[in-house]
Antibody, heavy 121, light 109 residues
Framework: QVTLRESGPALVKPTQTLTLTCTFSGFSLSTSGMCVSWIRQPPGKALEWLALIDWDDDKYYSTSLKTRLTISKDTSKNQVVLTMTNMDPVDTATYYC?????????????WGQGTMVTVSS | EIVLTQSPGTLSLSPGERATLSCRAS???????LAWYQQKPGQAPRLLIYGASSRATGIPDRFSGSGSGTDFTLTISRLEPEDFAVYYCQQYGSSPLLTFGGGTKVEIK
């Protein structure tokens, strides 16, 4: 069974750096075609893609946020970590990690339950 | 940069009716890389359709996807009570690598 679970702080202060961890099971990020991505959703708003890391350690970022984002993986721990610098109240959102298999149409087939992050002083 | 525009923003229908949701891309999208999701309040999105027209595992056949190039459609043939939700389209592969549409809410009339 494939599962993903997000973890990280529920509250961060403006200007701080957010670090989120996605811990997954049931697949290997070393397998060709396998990717893990981060997506966020502000309250009442649409989904926004943030970053993706693939089996070959290639990394891709949202155009508008790429200067603030870093994605990395620890294959041995089955974890993907996202850092976002200089947090602002507009970054308040539910942050999801999800799996993509390139051979599955580049679609997010399995999602974590999400973690709510509030940015406030 | 590719933008996905979903319409209408809200669709008010009754159970048993047919729902037709549109996703229009600002540039051509490979049909192999267009997906649709359903999201209910408080839940993560669920994959419905990938490759523009392939149903994901466990998705009822009342959900169907079609389209190519810049125009894609999600059709729900007969709305069930559990289908009232927000629906998103998503593309993969064009710059930026991934984009979501703004969503269509299907609400009970």
């Amino acid at each position: 069974q494939v599962t993903l679970r997000e973890s990280g702080p529920a509250l961060v202060k403006p200007t701080q750096t957010l670090t989120l961890t996605c811990t997954f099971s049931g697949f290997s990020l070393s397998t060709s075609g396998m990717c893990v991505s981060w997506i966020r959703q502000p309250p009442g708003k649409a989904l926004e893609w943030l970053a993706l890391i693939d089996w070959d350690d290639d990394k891709y970022y949202s155009t508008s946020l790429k200067t603030r984002l870093t994605i990395s993986k620890d294959t041995s721990k089955n974890q993907v970590v996202l850092t976002m610098t200089n947090m602002d109240p507009v970054d308040t959102a539910t942050y999801y990690c999800a799996r993509i298999r390139v051979g599955y149409g580049g679609a997010f087939d399995i999602w974590g339950q999400g973690t709510m992050v509030t940015v406030s002083s | 940069e590719i933008v996905l525009t979903q319409s209408p923003g809200t669709l008010s229908l009754s159970p048993g009716e047919r729902a037709t949701l549109s996703c229009r891309a600002s540039q051509s999208v490979s049909s192999s890389y267009l997906a649709w999701y359903q999201q209910k309040p408080g839940q993560a999105p669920r994959l419905l359709i990938y490759g523009a027209s392939s149903r994901a595992t466990g998705i009822p056949d009342r959900f169907s996807g079609s389209g190519s190039g810049t125009d894609f459609t999600l059709t729900i043939s007969r709305l069930e009570p559990e289908d009232f939700a927000v629906y998103y389209c998503q593309q993969y592969g064009s710059s930026p690598l991934l984009t979501f549409g703004g969503g269509t809410k299907v609400e009970i009339k």
